[in-house]
């Protein structure tokens, strides 16, 4: 992180009352990026910024044919800035500026890429691309095929990709670092595309994945399962492209010192401010909730016969800390994260206010499912850039033999470990900010996460710790069935941990470990959870429906697979996105009591 | 343009009927979105390799137009690319519903005929790539590696995915297993000197042969089981030599059609080759991939070798391509 930047930001953001508004948090962003004060400048990102505000257009022209003539890298990575470029000129850019760009867009071949994420920059920004540049043929772009069939092209994807969310979910579901290449190319949409119903459907996709992010956040930190998350958000949740979003749409926590490029090319097309509604479901803690919804996973080429299996989350949250799961299994490759427990703190930064354990898994067959690599050269390739994915330390990933199940915020964890597999043992990751952490003759573990939370776990099998680099403990349990039982509480709801391990420990819990791990456990919330391993999981005796799973269900949004149709609730306050008709309805439930 | 016509006639001129091209990446550090060093399709020429059109990380596979040469047809990352003007000019002949294109194969006794193998099934365009249908309906599993068309009977396709080696006779419209189950196949080839001989190259499995016109496969010997081969070939100018390559096996000739093998690694910088090819206007010749280290060229069957070009490089295919139609 550059220092000077950084200064610069936090300066810019000291000036405002504790909360700015929303126009002052987005136009912070802006400035940031346009007023760079790092060392040289921002590339692309300054341009963009500087001609949103009108300044420095001379600069801008120069700067870009700078860049365009080193040579365009960054597949849709390049694709992105540049078309925000192209549509934030208005008259600012040079005439040599605007056709070196016009020009990059037939010498230089983007590539597409492999991802749910890459495919949507890549079309919005070649929609919007040959929206600007109509009725030029095909040897006037690198696709060989004319403005026409390129918008057509787009159009098509763009909308099959919203069918599919609005239908199954999302595959690459509630990053919080990706989060910003879906809301980006919508933001791009919802100000420029010229087709009416392609600007309302992308800025009711807006209302759409900010309301997938609301109720599963605590105080701006993405908490529960990710389909995808980086190594340092993992542990220090604040640390990512979230954090951004939080602040910038609900006041929530802290941006990064300088904001992620992604809030700022957001900021400078449609920068949607979100309805009072989705405001109220980001920040209404006052009664615990659970939030429920169905995704998918990512494409499955190989070794599965349907293209996308199911990822059924649950995520229960209260204003003192969030317990969040999937139900286990690879879902994604590389950088799922399968559960966790979040603590709510008064300043997250630097903070790693989290709890989970994983069974660390690589292997060919992973990422042979996921993408077409070959075998051997695979692993050694996405170390490249996923540098843990093959250590046996590691904290990230999914494995085939997790299975997760969570009751509001009692969560079961059971491993049945095959010994072949590269590293046959679960890992733990025991913060270094556990206040106080009591290892109990019971066998449960006591801790207390700031000052608000105490966590209690219970390790199937005897474990060992191990240092972690900056600090924290690692659990290591080499036992290969194996198993956790979780429950998290308030810390307002007893005097002390000590007594808060005292209920713990009289709270019947039976477990066996063969032939396959099995739970029987009455949680603090008075259910009795029966869990084994491969079995569907029963809550007082009546298994999980997951052939019922809803897209989103919960207190605050209610989607029926294949519905294409969300309802976002809070109090009286309704809005209906209906994707069919493509209608945003606001609407009052008369049924609603008066007291919420 | 002109200046590329003239390297064109000279290089024809030195190698006789065919050219040579070899798809690659030089992508060592390179994942999405970062900078990608000179990669994509590269042609050969007197003196070194030419990188032809748009630099590109994935091109699995290319063929020709029987019609026309010098365009090529390139099965990539982000689909299936008819590159003109011996591969200098791109054009795209597929949309958004396909990506991660594997094979390519054009059927050489049907005019505008073109297949492609993807990671969620098979197509076929009957009018040069303009249209396409899906043809994998009756594959259980769909990603395909291995495509190819069996040149002396029409209508017979072969393909080769995660499950096995299957056979259509009605253009790809049903399927039957025809060996290697449950083994993920690389490569098929179909012999030139003989159409009913086949080969096909797997992972684990080792090498597979066919000698009834690819209707049954069986394992023919242990050349790379347990390991994962990454190509096949039979040299053009000698129906009883046959070429593999792979992973630890490095480069392994067979001068008796496959009854024995002997390692033709020495010389070559590691056991890790990607892929390969004979030279069919020059007996002895070939060249060998080696995974991102760079192309080599043999004279003498493999018994030697020098490093040809395209340092740095992982080479998914070698192709000699015939100068004029109908060779």
């Known amino acids: ?596 | 343009m002109r200046f590329l016509l003239l390297l064109g006639a000279f290089h024809s001129s030195l190698y006789g009927q065919y050219t040579l091209y070899a798809a690659m990446a030089n992508a060592k550090e390179y994942i999405v979105g970062a900078k990608l060093p000179p990669s994509g399709l590269f042609l050969k020429t007197a003196s070194d390799w030419r990188h032809l059109g748009y630099n590109h990380p994935f091109i699995s596979s290319l063929d020709y137009d029987s019609s026309d040469p010098s365009i090529l047809y390139l099965a990539a990352g982000n689909g299936l690319i008819r590159a003109s003007e011996h591969g200098e000019k791109w054009k795209f002949l597929t949309g958004s519903d396909v990506t991660e294109l594997r094979d390519v194969a054009v059927d050489h006794n049907a005019p505008g005929v073109i297949y492609f193998g993807y990671c969620h099934g098979i197509r076929v365009s009957r009018d040069r790539g303009v249209t396409w249908r899906e043809l994998a309906g009756g594959l259980h599993r769909k990603f395909t590696e291995a495509l190819r068309v069996d040149r002396a009977r029409a209508g017979v396709l072969l393909a080769g995915g995660e499950e096995g080696i299957f056979r259509s006779e009605d253009g790809g419209e049903t399927w039957k297993i025809a060996g290697a189950a449950g083994f993920q196949i690389t490569r098929l080839v179909q012999s030139p000197h003989a159409p009913c001989e086949w080969l096909a190259a797997t992972q684990i499995g080792g090498l597979f042969a066919s000698h009834d016109c690819g209707k049954t496969f069986e394992n023919s010997g242990r050349i790379g089981v347990g390991g994962n081969l990454s190509d096949v070939a039979f040299d053009p100018r000698d129906p009883n030599r046959i070429a593999v390559a792979g992973w630890t096996v490095g480069l392994a000739i067979s001068e008796d059609r496959g009854a024995t093998w002997q390692s033709r690694n020495a010389g070559l910088p590691s056991p890790h080759v990607t892929s390969l090819a004979f030279d069919p206007a020059q007996s002895g010749r070939l060249y060998a991939g080696v995974n991102q280290e760079a192309l080599y060229v043999s004279g003498d069957n493999g018994k030697s070798w020098s490093k040809d070009g395209l340092d740095g490089s992982v080479v998914t295919r070698i192709d000699f391509i015939p100068e004029s139609a109908g060779k």
């Open chain 1, 1 to 596: 992180m550059k220092i000077a930047a950084c200064l610069s930001i936090l300066a810019s953001l000291s000036a405002f009352a504790q909360t700015p508004l929303f126009a002052d948090r987005k136009l912070a962003i802006v400035d940031a990026y346009a007023h760079y004060q790092g060392k040289g400048d921002y590339g692309y990102a300054q341009i963009a910024a500087k001609l949103w505000r009108h300044e420095d257009a001379a600069w801008c022209s120069r700067k870009l044919e700078q860049l365009l003539a080193a040579g365009p890298v960054g597949d849709m990575f390049w694709m992105f800035p540049v078309t925000a470029i192209a549509y934030l000129d208005r008259g600012q850019l040079s005439e040599s500026a605007r056709t070196a760009l016009r020009r990059s867009w037939k010498s230089y071949m983007p590539y597409r890429g492999d991802t749910e994420n890459h495919f949507l920059l890549y079309y919005t920004s070649l929609y919007l691309m040959s929206q600007l540049w109509p009725h030029q043929s095909g040897e006037m772009w690198y696709t060989g095929k004319s403005s026409e069939e390129n918008l057509e092209e787009a159009r098509q994807w763009i909308e099959s990709w919203v069918k599919l969310t609005t239908t199954r979910g999302q595959g690459e579901y509630d990053s919080p670092h990706y989060m910003g290449v879906y809301l980006i190319p919508m933001s791009y949409l919802a100000a420029w595309a010229k087709d009416p119903a392609m600007k309302k459907r992308a800025t009711m996709m807006l209302d759409y994945l900010i309301a997938d992010y609301a109720p599963e956040n605590l105080d701006g930190l993405y908490v529960g399962a990710h389909a995808r998350v980086y190594e340092d958000q993992l542990v220090e949740k604040w640390n990512g492209v979230s954090s951004d979003f939080g602040w910038l749409w609900f006041g929530l926590g802290h941006p990064l010192p300088l904001p992620d490029n992604y809030a700022l090319y957001y900021s400078l097309a449609s920068a949607y401010q979100p309805p009072e509604i989705l405001k109220q479901i980001a920040t209404a803690r006052a009664k615990p909730y659970t939030h429920y919804e169905r995704k998918r996973t990512r494409n499955r080429w190989r070794f599965f016969d349907d293209l996308h299996g199911r990822v059924y989350k649950t995520t229960y949250v209260r204003r003192e800390y969030a317990v969040g799961s999937d139900q286990g299994g690879v879902l994604q490759p590389i950088q799922q994260h399968s559960w966790d427990v979040t603590w709510s703190v008064p300043d997250a930064r630097g903070v790693e206010n989290t709890f989970f354990t994983i069974q660390p898994y690589s292997s060919a067959r992973e990422l042979q499912t996921y993408f077409v690599f070959d075998p051997d050269s695979g692993t050694a390739g996405v170390v490249k850039s996923k540098k843990t994915y093959d250590s046996p330390d590691k904290l990230l990933g999914g494995s085939p033999y997790e299975k997760l199940f969570q009751d509001k915020d009692t969560l079961i964890a059971l491993y049945d470990i095959q010994p072949e597999t590269r590293f046959p043992h679960v890992n733990g990751f025991f913060s270094k900010d556990l206040t106080q952490t009591t290892e109990d003759s019971s066998g449960w573990i006591f801790m207390r996460g700031g000052g608000s939370t105490y966590i209690a776990c219970r390790p199937l099998e005897p474990y060992t710790w191990k240092p972690i680099a900056g600090g924290g403990r690692r659990l290591f349990s080499p036992y290969l069935k194996n198993g956790f039982v979780v429950q998290v509480a308030a810390a307002s709801e007893y005097p002390d941990l000590a007594a808060f391990g005292r209920a713990i420990a009289k709270l019947p819990l039976e477990f066996a470990l063969d032939p396959v791990p099995s739970v029987r456990f009455q949680s603090l919330r008075g259910a009795t959870l029966e869990f084994t391993y491969g079995n569907t999981p029963k809550v007082n005796g009546k298994p999980l429906d997951y052939n019922h799973w809803p897209l989103f269900g919960g207190p605050f949004l209610e989607a029926a697979v294949d519905s294409e149709k969300l309802v976002l609730k809070h109090g009286k306050m309704r809005r209906t996105l209906d994707f069919r008709n493509l209608t945003t309805t606001d609407s009052v439930d008369p049924e609603f009591p008066s007291a919420p």
